[in-house]
């Protein structure tokens, strides 16, 4: 997929239905690799065959397929096979020695994904396509209404506080995150047209005190990092909350006898190399978000992947 997606195969599909000699043809592509890549993408059903030996795209897969969807995957596929592959020979010596004590002569995560400008870009871009989509669904259960501000914490160049924006008149959101993301987040604004609504304040969340707010998002940020850790961060959110305040927890959850679903089991395995978290239950995320200060929790849960456990201010 990642391969297909890279050198516009997918794209090409999205428009037209064809062989594989045309899609070669147009491409630029040699025919026989392109030909068993096809094979193995039809086997799979993320692409099928009709009757006259074309390939297409399916309107089911489509938005995940087309480039220009928000929902495509393709940000993520390059993230995986440029960063997360790479590092999961690594679970072998977490096996047998523990991954405290490997991880001690290795780099911080994300000192690995900021690493360069490219591994950046393909960071953030990964994080888009996991959550502007999403974020549609999210942003209605998110009780926004009667909110004049949110801090989202990691919050990349600002998926879900775009999604939030355009659904909430009167909402200003800021983006807290590490310094080189700033200009990614002020292309967004630009690309959006958020000028005077979505900021940007630089800051790392283990080492400073968040922005005061009425909300504080945290979204794929907690299952990157221990329990102690996420304790901690929930209680910067009530310290910077203001009275009535809430936390948004938005991010996978495992069922609650941890069973699945699989692709939170999938990803638990690999934010194990990643980060230094795990995914957990929506009771889990309840408990750390009562024993930080916060109140009348509630789930909720969307037609994806990713839900959202929300938080009062005592």
């Excluded at 994904?113 to 994080?127: D, G, I, Q």
């Excluded at 200060?293 to 037609?303: A, I, K």
Aim: aromatic letters at 8%; charged letters at 25%; one cysteine or more.
């Amino acid at each position: 997929m990642h391969l297909a997606g890279k050198h516009g195969v997918f794209g090409f599909l999205i428009v037209e239905e064809a062989p594989t000699g045309k899609i070669a043809s147009e491409l630029g592509l040699d025919e026989e690799t392109l030909d068993r890549l096809l094979i193995l993408l039809d086997s799979f059903g993320v692409i099928e065959q009709n009757e006259h030996g074309a390939y297409r795209i399916s309107a089911e897969m489509a938005p995940f397929l087309d480039p220009k969807s928000s929902r495509s995957v393709g940000g993520f596929l390059s993230h995986v096979m440029n960063s997360t592959l790479g590092r999961l020979p690594q679970l072998d010596s977490y096996l047998t020695a523990g991954k405290s004590a490997v991880d001690a002569a290795l780099p911080a995560p994300f000192d690995v994904m900021y690493r360069t400008p490219k591994l950046t870009e393909e960071f953030l871009e990964a994080m888009w396509q996991l959550t502007y989509g999403v974020s549609r669904e999210l942003v209605p259960m998110a009780g926004l209404a009667e909110v004049r501000h949110l801090v989202d914490i990691g919050g990349a160049s600002g998926p879900f506080c775009v999604a939030a924006l355009e659904a909430t008149p009167g909402l200003s959101a800021t983006v807290f995150e590490l310094p080189e993301v700033g200009p990614y987040v002020a292309d967004t604004v630009e690309r959006y047209g958020l000028q005077g609504r979505l900021d940007f304040a630089a800051g790392d969340f283990h080492q400073d005190e968040f922005p005061p707010t009425e909300c504080v998002a945290f979204g794929y940020i907690l299952s990157g990092w221990t329990d102690e850790i996420g304790l901690e961060l929930l209680r910067k959110a009530h310290r910077a909350c203001a009275d009535g305040g809430r936390v948004l927890i938005m991010d996978r959850l495992f069922d609650d006898d941890r069973r699945g679903p699989l692709p939170t089991a999938v990803m638990n395995l690999s934010m194990h190399v990643e980060a230094k978290g795990r995914h957990r239950t929506a009771a889990e995320y309840v408990g750390l978000l009562e024993s930080a200060g916060f109140g009348d929790c509630e789930v909720h849960r969307t037609s994806q992947d990713k839900q959202l456990v929300v938080g009062l201010k005592r």
